[in-house]
């Protein structure tokens, strides 16, 4: 099978390496000068999505919150601020140093809470979030995704032509619960592609919303893509 015409070229930001290497220095930066590390896709882009969550997941009862992929942290730090239950809040990343970072920047803040957010090492295209009881698939109200699909996507393909990150909507489908929201943001794909690479794991296309966002539906969630103007990130 041949390299489809959608998927970006290999890369090293695809590499555990690349960004075990990444946090271990932001971390290091962290502990000599308190400097939290870069926000992915910046700022303006970290807020958009805390309003959109503001407008359309309630504070009250409280929803839980899983990031795959959340690096620093800095955009379930945002959702804290703006007024969400850091109890509720999930954040996983296979790079244990960013785990470190993240865990190290929750105990600096001025919040007395921020501490309460759980952030865990897991690799989640082989394993899924585990539930403090044991056992099944945990499912979120908002499951978030701030370039992780995208880094994925420049994984090393297979002799086959095929991408780990082929198993990622499907896995993704399986934690968005009923009437919950999944809310990614890439720069590597635009609608019509992510569209071709989510359709088809159950999740229902619903309609495109200013700011270059596409929201969907699974078979009752809504869920939802952000994509800035397409380029290549190699």
């Avoid at 600096?108 to 403090?132: G, R, Y």
């Avoid at 002799?159 to 909507?169: C, V």
């Avoid at 896995?171 to 890439?186: D, E, T, W």
């Amino acid at each position: 099978m041949s390299e489809s015409s959608i998927d970006p070229p290999s890369s090293k930001l695809g590499t555990k390496a690349h960004w075990d290497d990444v946090y271990s220095s932001e971390l290091s930066d962290f502990e000599e000068i308190g400097d939290e590390g870069e926000i992915w896709f910046g700022e303006d882009t970290m807020e958009k999505m805390v309003d959109w969550t503001l407008e359309n997941v309630p504070k009250n009862p409280s929803p839980s919150i899983l990031e795959v992929g959340s690096g620093n942290g800095a955009l379930l730090f945002a959702l804290h601020e703006a007024g969400y239950n850091p109890d509720r809040m999930y954040g996983i990343d296979y790079s244990a140093d960013a785990i470190a970072l993240s865990k190290a920047i929750a105990q600096s803040k001025e919040s007395e809470d921020a501490d309460h957010i759980s952030f865990t090492v897991c690799n989640f295209l082989q394993d899924f979030p585990a539930l403090s009881g044991g056992g099944g698939v945990a499912v979120w109200d908002l499951v978030l995704d701030k370039g992780t699909y995208d880094a994925m996507a420049l994984m090393e393909k297979d002799e086959h032509g095929r991408s780990p990150a082929d198993a990622y909507p499907s896995r993704i489908a399986q934690v968005v619960k009923p009437g919950g929201h999944f809310l990614i943001v890439s720069c590597n794909f635009t609608e019509g592609e992510l569209r071709g690479k989510f359709e088809v794991s159950g999740l229902q296309y619903q309609n495109f919303l200013k700011f270059s966002v596409a929201q969907f539906a699974d078979r009752i969630p809504e869920f939802l893509f952000w994509w800035k103007e397409r380029e290549r990130v190699l």
